[in-house]
């Protein structure tokens, strides 16, 4: 974890980081782990307070060379197209960053589903992710996207992915040398929702699903069709 000693703004008697921690640990103890529009949009109000103090973002938790993966990947699952900008440039790269840094169990998850993947694809194309080619790395999400589907029907048939027990976290990874694709599986799933999530709170998603504010309302939940377009529009969204 970050060892960042910056200041953060006291809100009504509770700090910037209380904040960002509890809406954090939310994802995890939250069946499903979505966020509600106010919570993700005080992510992305931090990232952005940040951006206009220092003319960029440094992230908390994650390396450069994560980051930088962290981004490809972003706009890989929600991209641009003629309607709208893609999920980077939405900020989903440093509203994860935020997050992960204030939860431990998605620390785990994503340094070491990033670890797993630059790993796989050296295995697979000597490459590290970002240094692959677009057609390298899109086969690669499209590998786990097809093991997630598969993982999915052995459940629905009451039937356990071999060895999934040793990826419930990543703890001990690296000790042995994984022949499946048990953490990628993990990292995927939480990486395309909380990817989405990030997107569909941000000024640019809300703009893409046209959302006018139309008063008091008490509570902005996105449409289920504008997220079954992001991932439609997106190659790895369906499992």
Not at 24 to 39: F, I, N, P, R
Not at 55 to 73: A, I, S
Not at 108 to 118: M, N, P, S
Request: with cysteine; glycine share 8%.
């Amino acid at each position: 974890m970050s060892n960042n000693r910056d200041q953060w703004v006291q809100i009504d008697g509770v700090s910037r980081r209380d904040m960002l921690r509890n809406i954090a640990l939310a994802l995890t103890t939250v069946a499903g782990g979505q966020l509600k529009l106010e919570a993700a949009q005080q992510v992305h109000q931090h990232a952005q307070e940040e951006k206009k103090k220092t003319g960029t973002y440094k992230p908390k938790l994650f390396n450069e060379r994560e980051f930088k993966t962290l981004g490809r990947l972003a706009e890989l699952i929600v991209p641009a197209d003629e309607i709208s900008r893609s999920a980077r440039d939405a900020g989903a790269p440093e509203f994860i960053d935020l997050l992960c840094s204030q939860n431990q169990e998605l620390a785990v998850i994503y340094t070491g589903g990033l670890l797993w993947l630059d790993r796989r694809m050296q295995k697979r194309y000597s490459v590290l992710f970002t240094e692959a080619r677009e057609d390298q790395q899109t086969a690669m999400l499209d590998l786990l996207v097809e093991a997630d589907r598969e993982e999915q029907e052995r459940k629905s048939k009451g039937l356990t992915y071999e060895g999934t027990h040793r990826y419930k976290g990543f703890g001990s990874y690296g000790i042995f040398t994984p022949s499946e694709l048990g953490p990628g599986i993990v990292f995927f799933d939480w990486l395309r929702k909380m990817t989405v999530d990030a997107f569909y709170t941000s000024e640019i998603g809300i703009k893409d699903v046209g959302y006018k504010g139309n008063g008091a309302r008490a509570q902005f939940e996105v449409p289920q069709e504008a997220i079954d377009y992001a991932l439609k529009r997106s190659p790895f969204g369906q499992s």
